[in-house]
């Protein structure tokens, strides 16, 4: 397959820079590296069905096959780790499929599949950085009734790649044309009798998944269950289908995980079924405390503190896009360095979702490895626009990460930055936030990022260089007030920015500076800068009509949005 030009070519130059050590441009391609992965998923899943109905015989099966296993396999690939049915998920409810906090989404599944008189039986879920909820995995009948799939439950997919939580839970076939077990040698077993008289969608309603707790797998399959056996591994990083029965009595074409598919002649054509994936997303942190091993996260470097204020741009300049892709899908608006451009073009991560990202995986590590952490959570912009407020949970003071309440509670306030009209989001008024970070008694480590410039001083006044050295001796004194004064970290997202350096450096903590080269792609267009500029050889005039491309005026009212 052709690799998207901006992952065949490389910049003549990349610029990222901390002020204390290593780069970020790493990060930034590992943070779209699986959305770009997962966006053919996608596509695979929007059009499984279609190519079930239009295929026959072995090439339906292998093209059901490669289809489904694409974005399983993404899928998985791109998720945290796996979640299980059954006692066997000793590690806590989080690996549990069987806990009640998924209790809610499962029930949603099932009745979403019972909506079309299908049935959905759970077998795995996949935790996801970027969503409250699991993607689960289950067993429901095929398509045409005569055997089983394996289908998907969970937050849908857009064209690009990228997870939609807002939208309506999404049920949909993955893996087709299941094969169901036949008896070992034509003989069946008792047991295996009590199943010729049930309807398939009996048995899969009823069918044991349970994990063992000394094999990590789901039972053996016998008559009329699906051909289909799953492993997973201690740490609840694989998933991988096996042979659904060792038995010898089965021949090899019967021995392992495969498809089925009865042609107009009542022929049969067999396919295996063969998959291996490993949840990829790190644990980053080991130990944990002022002498342990920090996070070190892109954006959120060096964290090793137990009482820790983030304060985050919600600026509508967070829209502008970072690594475009190669399609097009639903129109989006970005900020384009100058004004708001509404466009078709697919937009494979922006810095708000760069951020989303990167904040996301640092609070599922400290829930995970350092529960006893307290944070709070701030977004700025503008007064009275939709991302200038305070995550709930935190307005009074410190909460514990840990709390499991707290933890999913959190996570949905990241997601929600990046809902609603990007023209609403509003410009970049940090300073009550700044108040009262560096005025709250129990902090001992502040996170500030924001990608542009302030629209006004803290005085409601033209902001300019003269401000830099003012504004950071202010809350510097602030910071000074404290018992013990907390350790101040500034991130400058696509800008360089002095006074967000000096304000690090007078408290003590690291400045990361990640410049425009780092958040652009390699075609050469950048933030939206040029791609209808036809001087620009990298132009795609495709996206450039009145149709597709709206510059809204009147929409960027601030001078640094």
Not at 15 to 39: D, F, Q
Not at 465 to 493: C, H, M, W
Not at 516 to 544: H, Q, R, T, V
């Amino acid at each position: 397959m052709k690799l998207p030009s901006f992952l065949r070519n490389t910049p003549p130059k990349r610029r990222s820079k901390r002020s204390r050590g290593m780069g970020t441009t790493e990060a930034i391609v590992s943070l779209a590296a699986g959305v770009l992965v997962i966006g053919a998923g996608a596509m695979a899943l929007r059009s499984t069905d279609v190519l079930i109905n239009r295929a026959e015989g072995k090439a339906s099966l292998r093209q059901n096959t490669t289809n489904g296993l694409r974005l399983l396999r993404s899928e998985v690939e791109r998720s945290m780790h796996i979640m299980v049915n059954g006692s066997k998920a000793s590690q806590g409810g989080d690996f549990d499929l069987a806990d009640e906090q998924y209790a809610a989404s499962l029930q949603t599944c099932q009745a979403k599949a019972s909506t079309s008189n299908q049935v959905f039986r759970p077998v795995f879920g996949l935790k996801m950085i970027e969503l409250t909820d699991p993607v689960f995995y289950g067993i429901s009948t095929s398509s045409s009734g005569k055997g089983y799939s394996l289908s998907r439950c969970g937050a849908p997919l857009s064209i690009d790649g990228t997870y939609n939580e807002t939208d309506e839970i999404f049920i949909a076939r993955v893996i087709d044309d299941i094969a169901v077990m036949p008896c070992a040698n034509g003989e069946c077993t008792d047991t295996e009798e009590s199943n010729k008289t049930k309807q398939l969608k009996d048995i899969a309603s009823s069918l044991d998944v349970n994990f063992s707790t000394d094999s990590y797998t789901t039972p053996e399959r016998i008559y009329r269950e699906p051909a289909l056996r799953i492993e997973t591994d201690p740490n609840y990083k694989l998933v991988k289908f096996i042979d659904p029965n060792t038995g010898t009595e089965y021949n090899d074409n019967l021995n392992e995980s495969h498809l089925q598919l009865s042609n107009s002649s009542r022929s049969l054509s067999i396919y295996p079924l063969y998959l291996a994936a490993f949840a990829r997303a790190d644990k980053r942190l080991e130990n944990y405390g002022e002498t342990g091993i920090a996070i070190d996260s892109a954006f959120f470097p060096e964290l090793n503190s137990d009482r820790v204020a983030f304060l985050v741009d919600g600026s509508g300049s967070m829209s502008a896009c970072i690594l475009w892709g190669s399609g097009n899908g639903d129109k989006r608006t970005y900020w384009n360095g100058q004004r708001y451009q509404s466009t078709r073009r697919s937009c494979a991560m922006t810095r708000m979702e760069s951020l989303q990202k990167e904040l996301l995986a640092v609070l599922t590590d400290l829930h995970h490895n350092a529960p006893d952490t307290k944070i709070t959570l701030t977004a700025f912009s503008s007064k009275g626009y939709s991302n200038h407020r305070e995550w709930s949970r935190s307005s009074d003071g410190l909460v514990r990460i840990g709390d499991v309440d707290h933890y999913q509670s959190a996570k949905e306030f990241v997601n929600s930055l990046s809902a609603g009209d990007v023209t609403r989001w509003g410009g970049t008024d940090p300073w009550n936030g700044l108040e009262k970070a560096m005025t709250m008694a129990d902090v001992n480590a502040v996170y500030f990022l924001s990608d542009g410039e302030p629209s006004q001083d803290r005085r409601g006044r033209s902001w300019s260089s003269r401000d830099y050295g003012p504004t950071v001796e202010y809350y510097i004194a602030k910071n000074n007030q404290r018992t013990t004064p907390a350790k101040v970290f500034t991130t400058a997202l696509g800008l360089e920015s002095p006074w967000m350096k000096l304000f690090a450096e007078r408290g003590k903590g690291v400045y990361t500076q990640i410049d425009p080269e780092s958040l652009k792609d390699n075609n050469g267009i950048g933030n939206n800068e040029g791609f209808c500029d036809p001087s620009n050889p990298s132009a795609n005039f495709d996206y450039c009509n009145d149709a597709d491309d709206v510059e809204l005026t009147g929409a960027g009212q601030f001078r640094n949005p």
